[in-house]
T-cell receptor, first 109, second 113 residues
Framework: AQRVTQPEKLLSVFKGAPVELKCNYSYSGSPELFWYVQYSRQRLQLLLRHISRESIKGFTADLNKGETSFHLKKPFAQEEDSAMYYCALSRPTGNQFYFGTGTSLTVIP | DAGVIQSPRHEVTEMGQEVTLRCKPISGHDYLFWYRQTMMRGLELLIYFNNNVPIDDSGMPEDRFSAKMPNASFSTLKIQPSEPRDSAVYFC???????????FGNGTRLTVT
């Protein structure tokens, strides 16, 4: 069965420090992976998806099929990055999106 | 486009009462999803529709939960009777096409006392 694991519920880093939010998945096929973000008092929104291979707001995420991971990284955290981050998996068959339990990131000024 | 619109934003009700949550997807989107968000479990998929037809309702926790999509611009999630453990934030999301990114509404925060 497909599953998305985000091992850290809470993560705090200082402004300017690197940040990495971990995401591991289990799926036998080739899933699509996404990162969604929810800023305070805003709706959940797409941050990036692995097939786009783009950097959004300084964040990048590389799909590592060997380690079944899709960690989200940013070299220098900013205060406005404080938010709830969800890793999500979409199967090629069926249109369900499976989300991890989320990681709450706090960037300390 | 105003995005996905959910109502009400907040709902407080007593145990045993019927609760109806509403969602208007983005115009033209052919997929609609209902999610429940809790601290313990994060975001759980309850049910999703494609072209107004329910495709997968395996996430619906119990028979107390039901969802309908009478047309392309409206969906409801109903809980009858409600229980305190149903307290959560319920999100509606829509998407255009298969495996496309989801667009979420602001959610409905449900509190059952």
């Amino acid at each position: 069965a497909q599953r998305v694991t985000q091992p850290e519920k809470l993560l705090s880093v200082f402004k300017g420090a690197p940040v990495e939010l971990k995401c591991n998945y289990s799926y036998s096929g080739s899933p699509e992976l996404f990162w969604y973000v929810q800023y305070s008092r805003q709706r959940l929104q797409l941050l990036l998806r692995h097939i786009s291979r783009e950097s959004i707001k300084g964040f990048t995420a590389d799909l590592n099929k060997g380690e079944t991971s899709f960690h989200l990284k940013k070299p220098f955290a900013q205060e406005e990055d404080s938010a709830m981050y969800y890793c999500a998996l979409s199967r090629p068959t069926g249109n369900q999106f499976y989300f991890g339990t989320g990681t709450s990131l706090t960037v300390i000024p | 486009d105003a995005g996905v619109i959910q109502s009400p934003r907040h709902e407080v009700t007593e145990m045993g009462q019927e609760v109806t949550l509403r969602c208007k997807p983005i115009s033209g989107h052919d997929y609609l999803f209902w999610y429940r968000q809790t601290m313990m479990r994060g975001l759980e998929l309850l049910i999703y529709f494609n072209n107004n037809v329910p495709i997968d309702d395996s996430g619906m926790p119990e028979d107390r939960f039901s969802a309908k999509m009478p047309n392309a611009s409206f969906s409801t999630l109903k809980i009858q009777p409600s229980e305190p453990r149903d307290s959560a934030v319920y999100f509606c999301a829509s998407s255009l096409g298969f495996a496309s990114p989801l667009h979420f509404g602001n959610g409905t925060r449900l509190t059952v006392t």
